[in-house]
């Protein structure tokens, strides 16, 4: 194996045998998870019509390809906010820096539901009582790292605690959900030209 194929390989296979363990740890069964993870980030990203895996080189890289972390020029702040229907909103926040040989970032997101109307469960029948309006929110905390294996190519790897509460009660109870994911990227001709592989 040639070193330029074991600079590729061996941070991904340290990554994904690190992490080779459930990376959701949820208690109760339920029918939907995550989904501040589905709402796009950035506002370049979102007017590419999120084809952005390869073009990611700022503060939102965390979220689509961690591997452009590495194309810092300086440090780098962003902020989103999105009112959503019903009183749902969105918001979200992402700091990058360069470093010497690396880069790094942190992220966090926040989805707020609103006020939900509440009752308890009828019981014999009868009807349920209102319990006034309950509180649903998730949020999820990123942080990353990147690194130059060479002048074109690029290795990244971020972690996730995802979150989530309705009514007092969370999907991890004590545990919140985690994840990781590990990406590459690619400048082969120019600056403006690349290919990346997503988490």
């Keep these: 194996m040639s070193r330029t194929a074991l600079l590729i390989f061996l941070p991904f296979a340290i990554c ?25 980030v ?30 810092a020029q300086q440090n780098e702040a962003s902020f989103m906010h ?26 966090m997101g926040y989805l707020g539901f609103g006020d939900i109307a509440g009752y308890s469960d009828a019981v014999n029948g009868g009807t349920p009582v209102s319990l006034g309006n309950q509180t649903a929110y998730s949020y999820a905390m990123n942080g990353g790292f990147a690194g130059m294996l060479y002048d074109q190519l690029s290795v990244g ?31 082969p001709w120019a600056p403006t030209i690349g290919s990346g592989f997503p988490c």
């Design 16 to 40: 994904h045998l690190t992490f080779a363990m459930p990376s959701a740890f949820a208690s109760a069964p339920g029918t939907t998870t995550g989904e501040l993870l589905k709402i796009p």
């Design 42 to 71: 950035g506002a370049r990203a979102v007017g590419m019509g999120e084809a952005y895996t390869a073009a990611a080189d700022d503060a939102s890289a965390l979220e689509w390809n961690p591997a452009g972390l590495s194309y």
């Design 82 to 107: 999105s009112s959503l229907i019903e009183g749902v909103h969105y918001e979200h926040m992402a700091y990058m820096a360069p470093g010497d040989h690396y880069s790094w970032g942190a992220s």
């Design 157 to 187: 790897m971020t972690g996730t605690i995802l979150r989530e509460d309705l009514a007092g009660e969370s999907a991890g109870r004590s545990r919140p959900t985690w994840d990781r994911c590990t990406g590459l990227k690619r400048t």
